[in-house]
């Protein structure tokens, strides 16, 4: 039995953080456990951890999603076992005692008109500090539409990952995918190069490919405040208020879907090299993408269950 000279919640959830960060995790909702302890510490303090308590303050955000409830109840489950094997009066909630921690949105799919008019509003991005700058948010949406990268990864290329020659692209390791290499069609590497050529020209300093107004890496934060603003008025027809850039990699799957719904060839094998492209490590995550077109998905699986019927 824990003594009255246990630690408090605070420092436990200090020692924790500290802990799960040597093992590689970025933990995200550290600052919302360290507001858990707090309100721990203040209303049963040294007291063990209580499944009650945990729920209270899971549930403390009324306007919040219940899944949003589920995932705050979520890290506190995570540090409930990291108490438990400190003090054996430990309450661990039950896994899904909210429901699911995780949800997934339906993503919005743009059109090929919607895409058209994000390119031409990005021409009209202001241009007094750089005259980079519209250009370099027309390459940055055309990739993602044309490849179906992440925004992450496209804002980590750098100069020398474009293989013009062999029409390729590499894309570097990162927590979900190992590294790949990618095919181009011919009027991404056109835009690539165009865009290459005015940056060096612009900022001949650094080797990251994408660039902010003073020659220094973008940022996600900055390229998302941009994109908003560049998306301004178009509808969501996803589960999301706003758009998004991921929703270009959902968009991406789902035109190669239809696409190969329509052929005579077997699917399956497509799909394996969808996932390769993507920089999946298996099917199983490439399915979301893939699942937002059910009409391509129920035509494919017709013409296959008439080919072997």
């Known amino acids: ?11 436990l959830v200090r020692r924790y953080l500290r802990f799960r960060r040597k093992l590689g995790y970025r933990l995200r909702g550290g600052e919302l456990l360290l507001g858990f302890a707090r309100l721990a510490d203040r209303e049963a303090p040294r007291a063990p951890l209580t499944t009650a308590l945990a729920v209270r303050w899971a549930t403390s955000v009324k306007t919040a ?110 927590k979900f995918s190992p590294q790949r290499v990618i095919a181009l069609h011919p009027d991404t590497v056109r835009a690539l190069q165009r865009y290459e050529k005015q940056r060096r020209s612009l900022f001949p300093l650094g080797e990251t490919f994408f660039v902010n107004a003073r020659g220094l890496p973008l940022s996600m934060r900055r390229v998302d405040r941009v994109f908003q603003n560049i998306a301004e008025g178009m509808v969501s027809r996803g589960g999301r208020r706003s758009l998004r850039l991921m929703d270009f990699r959902h968009t991406f799957a789902s035109m190669l879907l239809a696409r190969w719904s329509r052929q005579k060839e077997p699917i399956a094998h497509h799909l394996l090299l969808l ?4 920089g999946h490590r298996s099917f199983h995550s490439t399915w979301w993408y893939v699942s937002s077109n059910a009409g391509a998905l129920w035509h494919a699986s017709e013409r296959f269950r008439k080919s072997h019927s």
């Open 1 to 11: 039995m824990a003594s009255l000279a246990s630690p408090s919640k605070l420092t």
């Open 275 to 278: 996932a390769r492209y993507l």
């Open 65 to 174: 999603r219940p899944a949003t409830h589920a995932g705050r109840l979520g890290m506190v489950r995570g540090f409930a076992r990291y108490c438990a094997s400190i003090d054996p009066r430990t309450q661990i909630p039950s896994s899904h005692l909210l429901g699911k921690m995780f949800q997934r949105v339906r993503p919005h799919l743009f059109t090929q008109k919607e895409i058209k008019l994000l390119m031409r509003r990005t021409r009209k991005l202001e241009t007094f500090r750089s005259s980079l700058h519209p250009l370099t948010y027309e390459t940055l949406i055309g990739l993602l539409a044309s490849t179906g990268m992440r925004p992450g990864e496209a804002l980590r290329l750098q100069l020398r990952d474009l293989d013009p020659e062999r029409g390729t692209l590499r894309i570097a390791s990162c």
